[in-house]
């Protein structure tokens, strides 16, 4: 008899974490992996924000935080959200946690009842199911294409709910498409929303900054979905803060109040010292992170290249985040090496057998077609990897 709780047992392994683990168990054992399957920005974190951060060490911010933030920091947040989305909050809609990703498992554990369905459109980022089912939720995946930017429509959400759905869940810029929404998508999925009043949703805007499209568009700005949206933010992918472990969310005051209480429960409040730092970040200019983001579009369009002259990799073209996210059932049902690939799974774990490149299985993101390819990496690197991945198709 396992003595461990059903709960725990029942929870998958973060995919994307778990290619990682195996990525270094090869690298110890001395064999080159290039590694493109974690979402970690491989920049350093900018000057100004480390500077702050010892400025906050110094003067001796050591402490307990409130459970909610720092009532400075959530001001910051609070004048981000009104300069870069024209999203109004208040105090008492602003909550400050350990990465976006407790922000998430906030939200699920104050909204969600036995039973409950969230509609996911698929890819989704990998840990939205778990979190849900975590909280005894049932995930509803909606699948989507690479022939519509891996993008819901209306019509699709529309027949996706039942009497059971509470909340829908995405991201965009997305994880692990890069697909991004445009006001008029997002309109457009508002207008069926409007149907349904007890329909809330969780809109994760952490790429918000990473975009090669222009302006970012929030569920938040349409008056009749403000009281209805959770947006949810943080500092790990724009500012390249993935450790500090500072998200946020803004929020119906009474859903903040909800997440404010499970927190205080579960971790508290944040580090004191990354809060400090992530004040700076919130007043400075989004301008002041560009250059990541310009060689982020650099690497997409050298990614796009080198793939569409590798045969049976079908792309579009992501317009944020920084993945690709190719259609490589092609290869399924061939047979390399003395190894078949039955599915997108056995072809990522071929790549990192025979290529020695980790990239991370669609499976994970609820599209069995695809693999993520994370491009958070040197040019150099991609190239190498590429011609490797080509050179162990051939």
Known sequence: MNPLSDRILNMSTSATLAMAAKARELRTEGKDIIGLSLGEPDFNTPDFIKDAAIQAINEDYNSYTPVDGYVELKEAIIAKFKRDNNLTYTLPQIVVSTGAKQSLANVAAVMLNKGDEVILPCPYWVSYADIVKLNEGVPLEVKTSIDTDFKITAAQLEAAITPKTKMIWFSSPCNPSGSVYSKTELRALAD?????????????????????????????????????????????????????????IGAPAWIARACNKMQGQITSGANCIAQRAVITAMEANPSKVQYMVDEFKKRRDLVL???????????????????????????????????????????????????????????????????????????EQIIEAIKRIKESLS
Not at 349 to 378: K, Q
């Open 192 to 248: 069926v929303l409007q149907k349904h009043p007890n329909i809330f949703v969780v809109s994760d805007e952490i790429y918000e900054h990473i975009n090669f499209v222009g302006g970012h568009e929030s569920m938040a700005q349409f008056e009749d979905m403000y009281d209805r949206t959770i947006t949810v933010n943080g500092v790990s992918k724009a500012f390249a803060m993935t450790g500090w472990r500072i998200g946020f």
């Open 305 to 379: 290249s080198l793939l569409n002259d590798i045969e049976g990799f079908k792309t579009n073209i992501p317009e944020g985040a920084f993945y690709v996210f190719p259609d490589v059932s092609y290869y399924f049902g061939k047979t390399f090496r003395g190894t078949t690939i039955n599915n997108a799974t056995d072809f990522s774990l071929y790549l990192l057998e025979h290529a020695l490149v980790a990239t991370v299985t669609g499976d994970a993101f609820g599209n069995p077609d695809c693999i993520r390819i994370s491009y958070a990496a040197s040019q």
